[in-house]
């Protein structure tokens, strides 16, 4: 095996930590020196060499640590992963696009024989080999969505596809940002994302809804999402918010460069064949202002977007308590000078 | 995205209808896909006039779960734009052919606790592959499907034996009861209607006197654009006139003019082509299942993979 798996934590002592290539390919979100929502949907995959952009799913060093500490909240909170009757066939439909992509993307770390239904997975990080017959959930230890999910990085929702709408029918989320998977399982477009300040009233929805259904097999599209969280924790849920929401207020100016993160969602869509349902994966990134700022344009930029963003959106975000003291640790990185267009950290 | 594949099966199901297969050149797998999916057929042909592409929509008939190929089921209309005309006298096995990748729009709900399907006439295609999607996912269902006469008939050929498959062919007197087939069914059904309009409308109306939510009930009214009268449209943005002719649809004649327009299902149930209309001195032939009778009635929309117009002058926000 070519990479390295970082040993690592994201809850207790916190020992996650970003190598400087991890830093260098971190998917920073802000093309410009503001921010408001835009549908801003590309193509996936495709960009550049190393970026997470590249892979249909990306896998990077924070690989088995993130897996170990999904299954830390699995064993805590078993509603993490729900999956209404129906949606076993996407599960099954999941299950294959993500042992398809990574065997074919990761060929040292992953591998995949068919014939027919008989299908054999090996997972080399995780140090799994298994035998199974596709379509037939009785050879998993449990259903295809939770089998395949508790081997992939990022979480993932399961879209079901009537009456005009789409329906969070399935789910497997433990690296959310503030949202509960108990709570919204079943909901439509419109009502899961009934909390998002603004965005109804500008029209989002409607068009990112109507983008969604257009979705066609074959077409796969990205966007990315961010928010801000107090140290480098995956399972930011409302479920668990007496642990980390006090952990806001133990930020200091000394302290605030190390303890505050960027949290990036890199979230894609999928049209799924067998079940015509939609694959939502929600890849969290994290780094730190410290991390951030080590790229000066990225120093810069955030800076400025911090500093100036409605405060509405500070609120829902989850750092407006913490907000004055992060843009005064910025404006030290911040010397006034343009910053280049894209996402992309200077060369 | 599109499928460069070969023609290499033509079967006459039925004096006017015919079954083709579709497969990689090359023997790779292709997609494969939900029950109840299409796909879009380009036919190019070279004219007098230059070269045309139609593009029609088809239900695909064959497993979904099997990339082998695809396989649709093609009625000649003598009276359409040509398109299903140029299928049954043009194309030959070993063609090549170009195709789009499936897509739904009308999937089985799968939370129902049994199905039940009606086809009319050539409406069983969609569920030539929904049922062996049921088959595999071991759901209990009944197909009814409802023909005038053996002769047109052609799902016959390619329906399984099976006691909960109900063939009615109203020649023979054993016309299709709705008020029988649907009475009594378990809560949860759900029934799928794919045919004439009217067999559509009955099924609803049947349905609602018997007290069965909207949402167990679905339809797809596939059709192919129908011709008529040759007219013109005005580009807003451009001033451009473009002529729609006799057997061209609206959204054929814009992107013959390469005028950009997105589209899915060219038969008026998708919702892609929606375009709004700026200016409109007469009446305008909606033939789409998409707006609402309202917006009909107003004129300010239009849906050019199906509809026409008759009039002084119509000008699209295009």
């Given at each position: 095996m070519t990479m390295h798996f970082n040993d690592e934590t994201f809850r207790g002592d916190y020992t996650y930590h970003n190598s400087p290539e991890a830093i260098r390919r971190f998917?920073?979100?802000?093309?410009?020196?503001s921010y408001m929502y835009s549908v801003n949907i590309e193509q996936h995959p495709g960009g550049p060499k190393g970026t997470p952009f590249e892979k249909t799913f990306d896998v990077d060093e924070h690989y088995v640590s993130e897996m170990a500490d999904r299954e830390i909240t699995l064993a805590e909170d078993p509603l993490r992963c729900q999956s209404l009757p129906h949606m076993e066939l996407a599960g099954w439909d999941l299950l294959e696009l993500i042992m398809v992509s990574k065997a074919r993307d990761y060929p040292e770390l992953f591998t995949l024989h068919r014939d027919g239904n008989d299908w054999h997975w090996i997972n080399r990080p995780l140090g799994i080999e298994k035998k199974f017959t596709f379509l037939d959930p009785a050879t998993l230890p449990c259903g295809p969505m939770e089998y395949i999910t508790r081997q992939t990085q990022g979480d993932f929702a399961l879209l079901h596809e009537r009456d005009n709408n789409l329906w969070m029918d399935a789910g497997m989320i433990t690296s959310q940002a503030d949202w509960s998977l108990d709570f919204d399982v079943g909901m439509n477009f419109f009502e899961w994302h009934a909390p998002v300040p603004k965005a109804r009233k500008m029209g989002v929805f409607d068009k990112a809804l109507k983008f969604l259904l257009a979705v066609g097999q074959g077409q796969h599209y990205r966007r990315l999402n961010w928010t801000m969280t107090v140290n480098p924790r995956l399972d930011t849920s409302p479920e668990n918010y007496h642990k980390w929401g006090p952990e806001k207020r133990t930020v200091t100016p000394e302290n605030v460069g190390q303890k505050q993160f960027l949290r990036v969602e890199l979230q894609t869509f999928f049209r799924l064949p067998r079940s015509n349902a939609l694959a939502f994966p929600i890849r969290c990134y994290l780094a730190n202002l410290e991390d951030l700022v080590s790229q000066p344009k990225w120093g810069r930029r955030l800076h400025r977007v911090l500093r100036d963003i409605d405060p509405a959106l500070a609120d829902y975000k989850g750092f407006a308590v913490n907000q004055k003291m992060i843009v005064e640790y910025l404006s030290q990185f911040d010397d006034g000078a343009p910053t280049s267009p894209g996402i992309f950290a200077d060369a | 995205m599109k499928l460069a594949l070969k023609v290499t099966e033509i079967e006459q199901l039925s004096p006017l209808v015919k079954r083709f297969r579709f497969e990689d050149p090359a023997g790779m797998a292709l997609p494969v896909f939900s029950g109840g999916a299409h796909l879009t057929v380009e036919m190019s042909e070279r004219t007098e006039a230059g070269e045309i592409i139609r593009r029609n929509s088809y239900s695909l008939i064959s497993d979904p779960y099997d990339g082998g190929g695809y396989e649709i089921a093609v009625r000649r209309e003598d009276k359409g734009r040509g398109g299903s005309l140029y299928m049954h006298t043009k194309v030959a096995e070993g063609d090549e052919i170009t195709v789009s990748v499936p897509s739904n729009l009308f999937q089985l709900d799968l939370r129902a606790r049994k199905h039940v399907l009606i086809g009319g006439g050539i409406g069983i295609t969609p569920f030539l592959s929904q049922l062996k999607q049921l088959d595999m996912e071991q759901r209990p269902y009944e197909l009814h499907y409802a023909a005038r006469s053996r002769d047109e008939a052609a799902g016959l050929k390619l329906l399984p034996q099976a006691a909960h498959v109900h063939v009615h062919i109203s020649e023979e007197g054993s016309r299709m009861d709705l008020g029988a087939v649907l009475d009594g069914q378990p809560l949860g059904t759900h029934v799928y209607t794919c045919g004439p309009g009217g067999l559509i409308a009955a099924v609803a109306d049947q349905a609602a006197r018997l007290g069965w939510p909207k949402a167990s009930v679905h339809s797809e009214a596939f059709t192919a654009p129908p011709p008529g009268e040759p007219f013109d449209v005005v580009i807003a943005s451009t001033g451009q006139s473009i002529h729609v002719k006799a057997d061209q649809s609206l959204l054929e004649a814009l992107e013959a003019a390469r005028v950009e327009v997105e589209y899915s299902c060219r038969g008026g149930a998708c919702g892609r082509c929606h375009t709004k209309v700026t200016a409109c001195d007469g009446r305008i032939l909606h033939n789409d299942h998409w707006l609402s009778d309202d917006e009909r009635a107003a004129q300010q929309d239009i849906m050019p993979c199906m509809s026409r117009f008759k009039g002084a002058r119509l000008e699209l926000d295009l």
């Open positions: 998917p920073f979100p802000f093309d410009q020196d | -």
